[in-house]
Each structure stands twice: as C-alpha cells, then as structure tokens.
C-alpha cells in the first residue's frame, strides 16, 4: 500500500527512450520524477510545497493529443501562459528577450530549417513537412508506420492551428497551457511541431538519475514482445559494463 501511494502520488520511475533532451539526458537514463512539487495544491496535505511551472523547468507530461495511449514525454518548459516565444536561427526569444540556454544544443549554420529554427514564421513549411513525410512513406505495413502516419497528420492540423496563436511574429501561450521543447533541438519532436501542454497533462519534474544504460537510440522502435526480452536479457548480461556509472545521482536541471 505504502509503494502504491509513494509511485502514485509522490515520485515515479521514468526511462529516457529518446535522443530529444541529449545535453540534458541521454537515451538510456532512468529518473526519479517528483510528482508533487508540480501538482495542484490540495488542502489536506498542506505541509507539502507546491508551485506553478516555471520557465526553464523540465517537465514530464501525457503528450496532447497523443496518437501513441499514455505517451509520456519529458521536454523544457519554454514559455508560460501569456509568454510570446518565437526562434530565430535556433535561438528562442521570449517576450522579444534573447534566451541564454547553455544546456540546448542548437542546429549549425548549414544546417538551418525555417519551419524548425525560425519558428513560427513558416507555416507553410510546417505544414508541407507533414504531408511529404506521409507521401514519402506510402501504405502503411506495421504499427509503428500508422503510429508516425498520425503523427504527420497532427503536425499538419498544428499547422492549420496555429494562426489562432499568433501575434505578430510571436506565438502566445495559451492560460493553462505550457510551451515545451528539447535541449536537443535538431532532433526533438516537441511543441513546435504538435502545440501546447495542457497544465493538467504535466506529472511531475525528474530530480535524478538513479541508473543509466548506453541504449541505442533506435531502441523505442522495437515495439515487439520478443524485441523487449531481448534488450531486457541484454541489459542483465551487461549491467556492469553497460552501465554508465558516471550518470548515477546525476541532478537534472
């Protein structure tokens, strides 16, 4: 009883499968999640702290509109409700203020994508990346192609959204809503290419890594049963020298 109230109302273990927040957390880590801290304050715990999402804050949240169920993300909170956010060449402004992010790592010069790094001046752009990837991909065989099929599909309804949400060349957050990104900003899948984070979807903020295994980064497409017990048989086999030993107790900020 004491396990299930603790992993459902205070913290909870969650594993990076992605190479979205890399500069920050590696494909691989396991985290303890602080679901409290962000939560809404009740009033018959009141000696527990609560407070709102900050900017800055990394945040674990039920991805919106969420083609895959129960998908769980862990990205950076960008901006908050009444912020006006928008990128240019990488770098992200927040009410009109350049931000300083020696965490993220940016695209290079040659490798600047308007609908990405300018964001969200191209819409146009945003919209034709959806619909090339679904035409490049044809008829679908596996359920990870449907999976990115939908995926495609919400960028391009994004796309069409967005316009509700910009003034200027900003775009403004919503109230209720969070704006989130990944460090990694080349190779993140975050809200620049599906919208918002309802506040409501955001489970808590990862304080550490209590463990962390080199994963490959391909790895969360192996969705499979007996793809699983592989990596799982894989990871008791090599758990001393797959462990990377120096990430242990590593803070997340």
Known sequence: AVYLFVIGFMFQ???????????TLLVGDHLLVDRTTLAPG???????????????????FMKPHTEVPDMILVKRAIGIPGDRIHLRGGVVYVNGVAQNEP??????????????????????GLRRYGSDDLVARGPCQNEACVEQETIDHRVMDWADELPEHIQGD???????????????RPDSLDGRFWGFVPEKNILGRPLFVYWSF???GDEE??????????????????????????RTGHVVR
């Open 42 to 60: 009740t009033k018959w715990a009141p000696f527990v702290h609560y407070r709102p999402v900050r900017r800055g804050d990394v945040i674990v």
């Open 103 to 124: 965490y993220a790592i940016q695209p290079g010069a040659n490798n600047l994508i308007p609908y990405r790094d300018d964001f969200p001046s191209d819409l146009v």
């Open 13 to 23: 273990n969650f594993e990076i499968p992605s190479p979205s927040m890399v500069g």
């Open 214 to 216: 080199k994963t490959p």
């Open 221 to 246: 497409d192996k969705t499979s049963a007996a793809d699983k017990l592989k990596f799982l048989l894989f990871k008791a086999a090599h758990f001393f020298d797959g462990t990377r030993w120096g």
């Open 170 to 184: 900003d775009l403004v957050v919503p109230a209720g809503m969070v704006f989130a990104m990944g460090d990694n």
